[in-house]
């Protein structure tokens, strides 16, 4: 069974500093993989996702991400944060198959320092 | 292009009331439909899907059902909300030859 885990529920950082939201996956075969951002009292919204093309994902926002099979894992960074980046974020992972039922993490809260 | 609209966008109610939340997709046909539940703080549960009209599939036991009575429209409904009902409800969809889900703004729903 597919399952996705976020270390950390809660990430800070200041203005300025790298973002490293952590993900990791669990999926006997090969899954796409995506990072949604959450806004208080909105909907997800899409940040960037992984369907087997380049490992290195590139988002909006300046986000991005790298898929590691090895260490199956799908962090979100973003070389210098912003304080509109504040938000929740979540991983989640989908099967390659016709149903496309998605498994979402716990979800990350980034909180950005001035 | 594709948009997905929900309403209300908020929704006070009393425990006992029936309840009724409507999900809308523009601009595609035949999509994937998801209602999601979020409650304070934690992540997303998956509540019900559908592949077409008048298809449910439900994930998780409860009080709630959901219809789909239009190609476009996905509807989440109870005739006794509980208190434990209250959260933030995302509905998604997807298309036909996506692989990723877009969502609504959500409802937030506060059963007293």
């Known amino acids: 069974a597919q399952s996705v885990t976020q270390l950390g529920s809660h990430v800070s950082v200041s203005e300025g500093a790298l973002v490293l939201l952590r993900c990791n996956y669990s999926?006997?075969?090969?899954?796409?993989l995506f990072w949604y951002v959450q806004y208080p009292n909105q909907g997800l919204q899409l940040l960037l996702k992984?369907?087997?093309?380049?490992?290195l994902v590139k988002g909006i926002n300046g986000f991005e991400a790298e898929f590691k099979k090895s260490e199956t894992s799908f962090h979100l960074t973003k070389p210098s944060a912003h304080m509109s980046d504040a938000a929740e974020y979540f991983c989640a992972v989908k099967l390659k198959t016709s149903y496309d039922k998605v498994i979402f993490g716990p979800g990350t809260s980034l909180s950005v320092i001035p | 292009s594709q948009t997905i609209h929900q309403w209300p966008a908020t929704l006070v109610q009393p425990v006992g009331s029936p309840l009724s939340l409507e999900c809308t997709v523009e601009?595609?046909?035949?999509?994937?439909l998801y209602w999601y539940r979020q409650a304070a703080g934690r992540g997303l549960q998956l509540l019900f899907y559908?592949?077409?009209?008048?298809?449910i599939s439900s994930e998780v036991p409860q009080n709630l059902s959901a219809s789909r009575p239009q190609d476009r429209q996905f509807i989440l409904s109870s005739k006794k909300l509980l208190l434990s009902d209250s959260g933030f409800y995302l509905c998604?969809?997807?298309?036909?030859?996506?692989?990723?889900?877009?969502f609504g703004p959500g409802t937030r729903l506060t059963v007293l």
């Open positions: 559908s592949v077409g009209i008048g298809q």
């Open positions: 999926s006997s075969v090969p899954p796409y």
């Open positions: 992984y369907t087997s093309a380049a490992t």
């Open positions: 601009g595609t046909s035949n999509p994937n």
């Open positions: 998604a969809w997807t298309g036909t030859s996506t692989d990723t889900q877009y």
